[in-house]
């Protein structure tokens, strides 16, 4: 069987490395707080090209401290793209805020400018940037829309650990950036975890006191907060992995030229565009086909493992048939049922890619 993902054989490439991390994290008993989640903090922080990084429990967290760290007034609206996991939107709506939802780009499904443009209202407040897939945002014409309407951009970048746009790392582009660090990311962890980047000093210290109960110091509550950790072995881990992230990342770019390449001639499916100005980390290779089930059964039989990432749009789930959007004509509504995820991650070999292509042009419908 062609894994999807093998997790398996990452650790083992680095087992030496992880060993000694999770050694000297228990041996120090440096489980909470403490010398290596600041150690994970500075050095994640450099790499997202962030003056600030934040540890906290999970993706999720990041988008709700976030948005609470913007002190958006109750109620306001915040755009989100269809096309995402929910953790994007149940964020908005567990902060206190309405959910919009706008389409999404069909070339390379990050959130649409034109869809965007057309959702804003006077009570818009902010726009959620979803870097999905690994695809960067275009960042330029938001940055405009933010400016021209007094809006916040939050960059969500789950699923993008290390995208550029334009040259720069995403996350702190706009006013603030959270990332999951969940097991299945490009950089993941051995459990949950997220994190919060910003260059805004205010926003940094606020979300920190957000997720540590309101306080900076032990006792000294300022604020209701919460509290959402980044735990010591789990900052240990990924200071490892973080090492190794770029070369894994040229390995899902390699291995996604290498499916445009090979897969351009077959007419059933429809491949993704990566834009000229856009570093693609390729946390996801997704194609379309309108027969993406005969496809996903023609490839398991065939030994190969795939994903579908989404098969239902944010706006079509039952979660959110009070916004009454699950019938607007975005292209999010039209797609989620052809949507498949291909094989990509370092652990894929030459002879895998080429069996992987050479069963696909082979299927007969």
């Known amino acids: 069987m062609i894994q999807f993902l093998d997790l398996k054989s ?14 000297n994290v228990i041996s120090e008993s440096a489980f909470i707080g403490g010398k290596y989640v600041e150690k994970f903090e500075e050095e994640f922080a450099t790499y997202q090209e962030a003056k ?3 540890g906290v429990g999970n993706g999720t967290d990041a988008l709700e401290i976030a948005i609470e760290a913007l002190k958006l007034p109750m109620g306001g609206e915040i755009i989100v793209p269809a096309n995402s996991f929910i953790a994007s939107s149940e964020s908005v709506s567990r902060s206190g805020h309405k959910v919009v939802f706008c389409d999404c780009d069909p070339n390379n499904y990050t959130i649409s400018i034109s869809s965007l ?7 818009t407040k902010a726009i959620i940037a979803v870097h999905l897939y690994g695809h ?14 007094d809006l916040k951009i939050i960059e969500d970048c789950a699923q993008a650990h290390g995208a550029e746009y334009k040259g720069k790392k995403v ?13 299945g990311k490009n950089l993941g962890a051995y459990g949950d975890g997220g994190a919060i980047v910003t260059n805004d000093d205010n926003l940094a210290k606020r979300s920190r006191m957000i997720a540590n109960h309101g306080r900076i110091d032990k006792y000294n509550h300022e604020f209701e907060g919460r509290n959402s950790r980044l735990d010591g072995l789990q900052a240990a881990i990924l200071s490892v992995k973080l090492k190794h992230l770029d070369s894994w990342t040229d390995a899902r770019i390699k291995i996604a030229n290498f499916y445009l390449e090979n897969l351009k001639d077959i007419n059933d499916i429809v491949l993704p565009i990566k834009e000229d100005w856009a570093k693609q980390v390729y946390h996801l290779f997704v194609i379309r086909t309108k027969k993406r089930d005969e496809l996903q059964r023609y490839l398991k039989d065939n030994d190969i493992s795939t994903g579908v990432h989404y098969p239902i749009s944010l706006p079509k789930l039952k979660a959110y048939n009070y916004a009454d959007q699950g019938s607007e004509e975005f292209f999010a509504n039209s797609s989620d049922d052809e ?17 992987i ?3 696909m042009k082979k299927i007969k419908y």
Do not use: R
């Open 117 to 123: 443009k057309s959702k804003i209202t006077p009570n």
């Open 136 to 149: 960067p945002c275009d960042m330029d014409p938001l940055l405009e829309i933010a400016k021209k309407h």
């Open 52 to 54: 600030f990084c934040i």
């Open 10 to 23: 990452q650790y083992d490439s680095i087992k030496n490395e992880i060993d000694l991390a999770i050694k």
């Open 171 to 183: 996350g702190a582009i706009g006013n603030i950036g959270t990332f999951s660090f969940y097991p």
């Open 357 to 359: 292509v050479t069963i």
């Open 339 to 355: 949507l498949l995820s291909l094989p990509i991650g370092e652990h894929l070999s030459e002879d895998d890619l080429n069996n």
